[in-house]
Nanobody, 126 residues
Framework: QLQLVESGGGLVQPGGSLRLSCAAS????????IGWFRQAPGKERAGISC????????NYADSVKGRFTISRDNAKNTVYLQMSSLKPEDTAVYYC???????????????????WGQGTQVTVSS
Protein backbone atom coordinates (compact mmCIF):
# COMPACT_ATOMS: atom_id res chain seq x y z
CA GLN A 1 0.00 0.00 0.00
CA LEU A 2 1.32 3.39 -0.94
CA GLN A 3 1.79 5.66 2.04
CA LEU A 4 3.15 9.12 2.60
CA VAL A 5 4.27 10.16 6.05
CA GLU A 6 4.90 13.76 7.05
CA SER A 7 7.08 14.74 9.98
CA GLY A 8 8.87 17.76 11.37
CA GLY A 9 5.95 19.86 12.53
CA GLY A 10 5.79 21.55 15.89
CA LEU A 11 5.53 24.80 17.78
CA VAL A 12 7.79 27.63 16.68
CA GLN A 13 7.98 31.34 17.42
CA PRO A 14 7.28 33.92 14.72
CA GLY A 15 10.36 34.38 12.59
CA GLY A 16 11.53 30.86 13.27
CA SER A 17 12.13 27.93 10.95
CA LEU A 18 11.04 24.35 10.53
CA ARG A 19 11.80 21.64 8.02
CA LEU A 20 9.03 19.26 7.11
CA SER A 21 9.71 15.87 5.59
CA CYS A 22 7.50 13.71 3.42
CA ALA A 23 8.67 10.11 3.28
CA ALA A 24 7.27 7.33 1.16
CA SER A 25 6.47 3.87 2.42
CA UNK A 26 5.89 0.97 0.10
CA UNK A 27 6.88 2.71 -3.08
CA UNK A 28 9.50 4.98 -4.56
CA UNK A 29 8.76 8.69 -4.84
CA UNK A 30 11.09 9.17 -7.76
CA UNK A 31 8.50 9.02 -10.58
CA UNK A 32 6.10 11.33 -8.78
CA UNK A 33 5.68 15.06 -8.61
CA ILE A 34 4.88 15.99 -5.02
CA GLY A 35 2.72 18.75 -3.64
CA TRP A 36 2.60 20.32 -0.20
CA PHE A 37 -0.74 21.59 1.06
CA ARG A 38 -1.98 23.09 4.27
CA GLN A 39 -5.27 23.55 6.02
CA ALA A 40 -5.80 26.10 8.73
CA PRO A 41 -8.75 25.89 11.14
CA GLY A 42 -11.92 27.02 9.45
CA LYS A 43 -10.27 27.33 6.05
CA GLU A 44 -10.08 25.23 2.94
CA ARG A 45 -7.00 23.22 2.13
CA ALA A 46 -4.61 25.22 -0.02
CA GLY A 47 -1.67 24.26 -2.19
CA ILE A 48 1.56 25.94 -1.16
CA SER A 49 4.31 24.26 -3.13
CA CYS A 50 5.09 21.48 -5.55
CA UNK A 51 8.13 19.87 -7.12
CA UNK A 52 8.54 17.83 -10.28
CA UNK A 53 9.73 14.25 -10.20
CA UNK A 54 13.35 15.16 -10.87
CA UNK A 55 13.25 18.38 -8.91
CA UNK A 56 13.81 20.63 -11.90
CA UNK A 57 10.52 22.46 -11.50
CA UNK A 58 9.29 24.03 -8.27
CA ASN A 59 6.30 26.26 -7.73
CA TYR A 60 5.09 28.23 -4.75
CA ALA A 61 1.96 29.99 -3.65
CA ASP A 62 2.40 33.73 -3.33
CA SER A 63 1.83 33.48 0.42
CA VAL A 64 5.03 31.46 0.95
CA LYS A 65 7.21 32.54 -1.96
CA GLY A 66 10.64 33.64 -0.76
CA ARG A 67 10.17 32.02 2.66
CA PHE A 68 9.61 28.33 1.88
CA THR A 69 11.83 26.03 -0.18
CA ILE A 70 10.81 22.65 -1.50
CA SER A 71 13.41 20.01 -2.36
CA ARG A 72 13.73 16.30 -2.75
CA ASP A 73 16.27 13.59 -2.21
CA ASN A 74 15.17 10.63 -4.29
CA ALA A 75 17.95 8.49 -2.85
CA LYS A 76 16.31 8.96 0.56
CA ASN A 77 12.82 8.70 -0.90
CA THR A 78 11.94 11.97 0.80
CA VAL A 79 10.66 15.41 -0.11
CA TYR A 80 11.35 18.37 2.15
CA LEU A 81 9.72 21.71 2.83
CA GLN A 82 12.08 24.18 4.48
CA MET A 83 10.04 26.92 6.10
CA SER A 84 11.66 30.14 7.25
CA SER A 85 10.45 33.49 8.55
CA LEU A 86 7.36 31.78 9.83
CA LYS A 87 4.29 33.84 10.62
CA PRO A 88 1.27 33.10 12.80
CA GLU A 89 -0.80 32.81 9.63
CA ASP A 90 1.34 29.81 8.61
CA THR A 91 -0.28 27.84 11.42
CA ALA A 92 -2.00 24.85 9.86
CA VAL A 93 -1.87 21.12 9.32
CA TYR A 94 0.57 20.45 6.49
CA TYR A 95 0.10 17.58 4.07
CA CYS A 96 2.13 16.14 1.25
CA UNK A 97 0.47 14.40 -1.66
CA UNK A 98 1.23 12.61 -4.92
CA UNK A 99 -0.73 11.31 -7.85
CA UNK A 100 -0.23 9.01 -10.80
CA UNK A 101 -1.07 11.89 -13.13
CA UNK A 102 -0.04 14.80 -10.96
CA UNK A 103 2.12 17.41 -12.66
CA UNK A 104 3.77 20.39 -11.01
CA UNK A 105 3.44 23.08 -13.64
CA UNK A 106 2.62 26.75 -13.65
CA UNK A 107 1.25 26.93 -10.15
CA UNK A 108 0.44 24.43 -7.37
CA UNK A 109 -2.21 22.13 -8.82
CA UNK A 110 -4.65 20.41 -6.48
CA UNK A 111 -6.08 17.87 -8.89
CA UNK A 112 -5.01 14.31 -9.77
CA UNK A 113 -3.78 13.61 -6.24
CA UNK A 114 -4.23 9.98 -5.23
CA UNK A 115 -2.01 9.61 -2.18
CA TRP A 116 -2.03 11.79 0.92
CA GLY A 117 -0.15 11.74 4.16
CA GLN A 118 -1.83 12.08 7.54
CA GLY A 119 -0.56 15.60 8.06
CA THR A 120 1.72 17.30 10.55
CA GLN A 121 0.72 20.25 12.71
CA VAL A 122 2.67 23.48 12.47
CA THR A 123 1.90 26.14 15.05
CA VAL A 124 3.53 29.55 14.90
CA SER A 125 3.01 31.43 18.13
CA SER A 126 4.89 33.40 20.72
Amino acid sequence: QLQLVESGGGLVQPGGSLRLSCAASGFTLEPYAIGWFRQAPGKERAGISCISSRGRTTNYADSVKGRFTISRDNAKNTVYLQMSSLKPEDTAVYYCAAGDNYVCSGYVPSGNLDYWGQGTQVTVSS
